[in-house]
């Protein structure tokens, strides 16, 4: 992975149980000097959540440089996907990699491999897949079926 910047806009992974295939989005407030660490805020998880706070902060952690990557590029909504299409699904205030698996007009029913879970999203919740080859950001290869 690169370097990042402050005030740059990242996504952290973490690896966490119940967490894995996810991503949240985060802003850099700082590299640390000492090893490969960066101080990251996050756009939508919260200290101490659920708080009962009136006025509730991003939730600030150090994090691993091997778990942030840069923010994929903001494509053009789709105005539908395919079946077995790699998507990335908005849910728990993260992006969650999964596949298509069916189709009831603008709502997509997702599998998700990590939890072998099939879930529904409108299609406003929905992303196309995207990969991070070599500091690249490439679309994802459709799944085809296995004869």
């Known amino acids: 992975m690169g370097e ?3 005030g740059e806009l990242v996504e952290v992974r973490l690896k966490e149980d119940g967490y894995f295939g996810s991503f949240f989005e985060a802003k850099v407030l700082s590299k640390l000097p000492h090893g490969p660490f960066y101080e990251v805020e996050y756009r939508n998880l919260l200290e101490n959540w659920p708080s009962r706070s ?3 902060q991003p939730l600030v952690e150090i994090i691993p440089a091997d778990e942030i990557r840069p923010m994929p590029p903001t494509l053009p909504q789709p105005s539908t996907f395919s079946f077995r299409e790699k998507v990335d699904a908005f849910d728990m205030d993260a992006w ?3 596949e298509i698996y069916g189709q009831d007009g603008d709502t997509y029913y997702v599998h998700f ?3 072998n ?3 529904e999203y409108p299609i406003e919740s ?3 897949h995207l990969e991070l080859v070599n500091g690249q950001w490439v679309p994802s290869a459709m799944s085809t079926r296995r004869r």
């Open 4 to 6: 990042f910047g402050e």
């Open 54 to 56: 009136e006025n509730p």
């Open 96 to 98: 969650w990699y999964g």
């Open 113 to 115: 491999p990590t939890t």
């Open 117 to 119: 879970q099939l879930c």
């Open 126 to 128: 929905l992303r196309k």
